[in-house]
């Protein structure tokens, strides 16, 4: 049952929790509240709920979350968000309008995921054309062409050891008793590459 359990982790991280299309819609979201937050510090009026205002135009470190911050973002939830992407949808800036169009619409940017680094002249390239393509700098290109990484461990036997019952009443490490189950895979940390950029560009 836990070899079955490892398996079935593993598994759904990349099927599931980092599964490409989710990795892009994220990296979407970060990026339109990035570029909100900018504008708003640049002075620009940028429409949202009074809560989501709050951290819009504050900068809130960690070190900075006390009782009423914290109040404050828990309050937050998904109608705050997207009521706000809607409302950024018709926004006169390029980024923030395009950005909130594309999570609105599900017309989300392409993934390419790698087993090997990107090769970043060819992210320059495509943020450059992209950039000559929309009449912007190489720095809002970049809100749509970039590149990340991601990792899965399914299991850390140091960090959060498996232990097992036996009927003889010993305990023992995973390791020691599955017969099945190559813990050294398993327990390997997997990193994967990706490139995100408009499908205008394919």
């Given at each position: 049952s836990i070899e079955k359990f490892l398996i079935a982790r593993r598994f759904m991280y990349w099927q599931v929790y980092l599964h490409k299309t989710g990795i892009v819609a994220e990296e979407l979201l970060m990026r339109v509240l990035k570029r909100a937050k900018e504008l708003v510090e640049n002075g620009q009026s940028v429409k949202a709920s009074g809560g989501l205002q709050y951290f819009l135009s504050h900068s809130v470190g960690l070190g900075e979350m006390n009782n009423d911050n914290l109040k404050r973002f828990a309050s937050l939830d998904d109608y705050d968000v997207l009521s706000a992407l809607k409302e950024w949808m018709h926004h006169k800036d390029?980024?923030?309008?395009?950005?909130?169009?594309?999570?609105?619409?599900?017309?989300?940017?392409?993934?390419?995921m790698k087993t090997k680094r990107i090769d970043k002249s060819k992210m320059e390239e495509f943020r450059k054309k992209f950039a000559q393509l929309n009449g912007l700098s190489n720095y809002e290109a970049g809100y749509f062409v970039f590149t990340n990484?991601?990792?899965?461990?399914?299991?850390?036997?140091?960090?959060?050891?498996?232990?097992?019952?036996?009927?003889?009443?010993?305990?023992?490490?995973?390791?020691?008793?599955?017969?099945?189950?190559?813990?050294?895979?398993?327990?390997n940390?997997?990193?994967?590459?990706?490139?995100?950029y408009p499908k205008s560009l394919d």
């Open positions: 390029f980024v923030l309008s395009h950005l909130s169009q594309m999570l609105i619409n599900r017309n989300l940017l392409r993934i390419k990484e991601i990792s899965n461990r399914a299991y850390n036997p140091k960090a959060q050891p498996i232990k097992v019952l036996l009927k003889t009443g010993k305990i023992k490490p995973l390791n020691k008793v599955s017969n099945h189950l190559n813990i050294g895979d398993i327990s940390s997997i990193t994967k590459y990706y490139l995100c």
